[in-house]
Nanobody, 118 residues
Framework: QVQLVESGGGLVQPGGSVRLSCVAS????????MSWYRQAPGKERDVVASIDPSGSVTNVAVLVKGRFTISRDNAKNTLYLQMNDLKPEDTAVYYCKAVRALRGHSYWGQGTQVTVSS
């Protein structure tokens, strides 16, 4: 059974840092394209960053460029999002997404809330 289990969200002060983790199981993580998305209240779900199986970053949203870093550890089946210099505008539910190489099926995590507030 495919699972994407996220952790690391919570309440953070502006300027602070948080690292989100997404642990994958039930499919071949090492050949899957992985992404982080986020969705703020009343807004559409938008891609934050994407990374290919080799660890090359293929996409970074303009609003987070220079502050967020996506990475992966294929040995641990884990995707990460390092978020630095957080701003209130970063407040959103953050989702982990996998696109499996086999048949190109997509899977989503449950989402984790990140709230940036003083």
């Amino acid at each position: 059974q495919v699972q994407l289990v996220e952790s690391g969200g919570g309440l953070v002060q502006p300027g602070g840092s948080v690292r989100l983790s997404c642990v994958a199981s039930g499919f071949t993580f090492s050949t899957s394209v992985m992404s982080w998305y986020r969705q703020a209240p009343g807004k559409e779900r938008d891609v934050v960053a994407s990374i290919d199986p080799s660890g090359s970053v293929t996409n970074v949203a303009v609003l987070v460029k220079g502050r967020f870093t996506i990475s992966r550890d294929n040995a641990k089946n884990t995707l990460y999002l390092q978020m630095n210099d957080l701003k209130p505008e970063d407040t959103a539910v953050y989702y982990c997404k996998a696109v499996r190489a086999l048949r190109g099926h997509s899977y989503w995590g449950q989402g984790t809330q990140v709230t940036v507030s003083s």
